[in-house]
């Protein structure tokens, strides 16, 4: 199980941030979500850089739940540059693309899951919900990490 921290949506769209955190809301998530608009304040908040340089080290990520299509800089850049530094922390990309070179192109840079976002927000609850029981419940990880 993960431990307790924070969880960061990077999502630009305001429909899906809303319903993230309706899943969110449904599925009694205890942890703590951030949420970030674009591909760059994503890495700011990531290297503690820009307007999260003072970001407190216990608000470190436990999960990060990544769009793809991103302003500023897209979800595959993020993910690049995230996992050039850290490779423990799961990375879900989050997408309505089902182009399969999206997928791979995710699954290369190092994601841990691809998930589309379904249209149907009871569909879009189940798939969030699933993803963060398996990531916050189910899958095992190094004590202290």
């Known amino acids: 199980m993960l431990r307790d921290g924070v969880i960061l949506l ?6 899906d941030e809303l319903l993230a955190h309706r899943a969110f809301s ?3 998530l205890e942890h703590k979500v951030i ?3 674009d591909g760059q304040e994503a890495l700011d908040y990531l290297f503690r850089a820009g307007d999260f340089r003072q970001r407190s080290l216990l608000d470190e990520p436990v ?3 990544l769009d793809l299509n991103l302003p500023k800089v897209n979800g595959h850049e993020v993910l690049r ?8 922390c799961p ?3 989050l997408s309505t693309s089902n182009e399969q070179a999206d997928i791979t192109a995710s699954y290369q840079l190092g994601a841990n899951s691809f998930v ?13 919900g699933d993803v963060l029981s398996y990531w916050l419940d189910t899958n095992l990880t190094p004590s202290g990490g």
């Open 63 to 65: 999960l990060i739940l």
């Open 10 to 15: 990077v999502e630009d769209n305001p429909d």
């Open 26 to 28: 449904k599925h009694q």
């Open 116 to 128: 589309r976002k379904p249209v149907d927000f009871a569909d879009f609850a189940q798939s969030l």
């Open 35 to 37: 949420t970030v608009r």
């Open 91 to 93: 990375v879900v990309m």
């Open 81 to 88: 540059r995230f996992r050039e530094k850290v490779r423990t």
